[in-house]
């Protein structure tokens, strides 16, 4: 009874997370010059929260639920570590650009060891397109183990295909018998193991991302957004486990909680190129 219950509780907050996104989305990119759709969806916003309070209230009655799943996310290898000294990146790109458009010019960023970056900034500033041209700097380096979970998962996951079938391209059987009893532990149902990819909600489809991660044994991640699928429920085991990644990590993300949690340095993307706003040792703030 306990386990349906914080089943169908993740999914329902999956499903709230989901349409939080939305709106929040449709907040920070409508315009001045509509200020009756502003205070729609202000009004909108208002009544999603409340919805996420009345859940979380009604969640407290359960039986045997735990404040923290720890079993939601499967554990990076305790083995993975970086030198301090090692060089990650050492970038300088003169312009940054699609198409025509220039969005950024005289950007540098040095990473070296295990650091944990954030990269934050406006709508439209560039921040997925810059974190699409690091990956191609590093995804043929041989000294690293670099992975990339880009916004829009599609570029990724091949959604004809099932976990099972997605995660056997690439391993051994051994491997996917250790991928099924995490998908276990990560909440999937056999119909969600052996259904297709594409039918899955966008919080499973994280979770299909993050167990590649774990089985490819990557050592540097570039992460566009990593929380933004993920249920409430979820967040603070996401968080907890790239916190304590021994890898380095290039992220981009409008989460306050990941860049004050996981992330040592914060940059801000502008015209003119990443400006530091946060290092280790005080509250993540805004720029």
Request: net charge positive.
């Amino acid at each position: 009874m306990a386990k349906k219950q914080r089943d169908d509780y993740e999914k329902q907050m999956e499903r709230w997370q989901e349409i939080y996104n939305r709106v929040d989305h449709e907040q920070r990119v409508i315009t001045r010059q509509d200020p009756g759709g502003a205070r729609l969806l202000k009004k909108k916003m208002k009544s999603v929260l409340a919805q996420r309070k009345r859940f979380e209230r009604e969640a407290k009655d359960f039986l045997d639920f735990p404040e923290e799943e720890e079993a939601i996310l499967t554990k990076f290898n305790d083995d993975i570590t970086i030198p301090n000294g090692k060089v990650i990146l050492d970038f300088f790109l003169p312009e940054l650009q699609i198409d025509e458009k220039i969005l950024s010019r005289n950007i540098r960023l040095f990473v070296s060891g295990s650091e944990h970056i954030g990269i934050i900034g406006k709508n439209g500033a560039g921040k997925s397109t810059l974190l699409a041209v690091l990956w191609e700097k590093l995804k043929e380096r041989r000294d690293i183990i670099p992975y990339f979970m880009p916004q829009d998962y599609a570029k990724k996951l091949d959604y004809s295909k099932t976990p099972v079938q997605y995660l056997a391209d690439n391993y051994t059987k051994e491997d996917i018998t250790r991928a099924r009893t995490y998908m276990g532990c990560m909440r999937f149902t056999h119909e969600e193991m052996t259904g297709k990819i594409g039918s899955l909600s966008g919080g499973q489809k994280a979770k299909i991302l993050f167990l590649d991660m774990v089985l490819r044994n990557a050592n540097v991640l570039l992460l566009d957004e990593p929380t933004r699928n993920f249920s409430p429920l979820s967040g603070p085991v996401v968080r907890k486990a790239l916190k304590n990644f021994g890898g380095a990590i290039i992220s981009v993300s409008h989460d306050r909680k990941y860049l004050g949690e996981v992330c040592d340095k914060v940059y801000l993307l502008t015209e003119n190129g990443l400006e530091v706003c946060h290092e280790t040792g005080g509250t993540y703030g805004s720029c």
